[in-house]
Structure formats: structure tokens, C-alpha cells
């Protein structure tokens, strides 16, 4: 860490959809370069970055399931698009030069490594960026569940959902013109008001172990550096 950088260690939640830039579906070559770019600036901070990557540009597993699918098996094509959505990311880091590990929480080791945690931590000491693939590895767990476990397992400071939106509203603000941003939030306030920035089970473990959130836009260059270097004006901050 360095004296640029307010927190040793990050974790990014960033869902599948945000790959997809304007396209209804897939990876966007040019966002996935972005998004790249971004991590690797906060790493070449000096802050260790982990990442949990959904895959909902690819498959959904609860949405695999409403169309007739056997849930347990709709969550497992799930986490396989998850893989692939880890491969393209750390394919986009590399390309720019940085290094990044996959590790996925299901056993599919010619293409990426098991996650283990004393291994992960370890990449992460090298400055790698590790891309943690397949949510927990269980069916009916989202990937927010999964990145507020490995937030909390891997000894983060801080976890972060990249999003659409600059933070968190009281409604959807492109449905709602009227919807109020919040700048602060408690997680008590975030279950009360039942707000969906995350599914309960990811917020009650972020309380639980006194993890703070942040929830920004994905799309505004520069601001995962800026939350990372302690910018707290950037998106809606959760404690």
C-alpha cells in the first residue's frame, strides 16, 4: 500500500452485465479493455485487487430456472459462464501487460486453478490480480453472496459493486426521475428499505463482519482509483 492508496486490499463485484457495454449480449471488447485498465491502475497503486465476476451476459441461473431448467443445474451453467466471463477478463488484463490468476470455486483445473485461500492470498501479495470464478461453487448462492464471502475470507478492506449508476437510490432512477441518491448508508437501513443493492445474504454478511461496501459506476473512468486512494464522494458508501 501505498501513500496514494487508502486500503491494502479491494474486492470488485462486477456483474456479467457490465461486460456487455451496448451490446444484448456477450463481452464487449472495448469495455472489458476498460475495465482492465482500471484494475490494473489500482494495482499499480499499490493496493492488492481481487475480483468476483458474475455471468449474467451469458447465462442466469435463476432465470434458467423460470424458463424450465432444473434449478441446481441452471445454477451450475451459471457459474460456468462465470468462467468464461474470468477467462476474458484476465485475457484483457494480460493483454495490457499485467499479470492475473482465475480461480474458480468449481474443479476445472486445465483451464484455471481450484481457489484456494491461502493461494489466492498469496497472488495477491505478488500484486497479481485474482479473478475468482463459479460464486461460492454452490447452487442457489448468488455472485454477490460469493463476493461478500471472499471479501471476508480474504481479509479485504474494502468490497465494491461496480453498477450502471453513480450509487444507490431509493428507486430505479431510469424508471423513477424522482428517486433520492444516497451518499451514506447503514446495511440496517439497506434491509429496512429494502433497497436490492445486493441480495440479504450478501448484506447481512458484509454487516455482520463490519465490511464496508461501496456501490459507483462502472463507466466513469478513474473512479475505482479514486475510491481505492480513499475518495469517499464517489458512489454510496455502506457501513
Known sequence: MTDSSAYRRILVKLSGEALMGDLEYGISSPVIGKIAAELIKVVESGVEVAVVIGGGNIFRGE???RGGIQRVTADQMGMLATVMNALALQDAVEKQGSVSRVMSAVRINQVC???????AA??????RIV????GTGNPFFTTDSAAALRAIELDAQLMIKA?????IYSADPKKDAGA?????????EVLDRRLGVMDQTAIVL????QLPLCVYDITQTGSLA????GDTSVGTIVV
Do not use: M, N, P
Open 131 to 134: 479473478i475468482l470464478a463459479a
Open 122 to 127: 498469496r497472488h495477491l501479495e505478488k500484486g
Open 163 to 167: 453498477t450502471k449508476v453513480d450509487g
Open 63 to 65: 432465470g434458467l430456472a
Open 226 to 229: 479514486r475510491i481505492a486512494a
Open 180 to 188: 433520492q441518491r444516497y451518499d451514506r448508508l447503514s446495511y440496517d
Open 113 to 119: 486453478e481450484d481457489y484456494i485461500l491461502r493461494r
Open 206 to 209: 458484509c454487516r455482520d463482519h
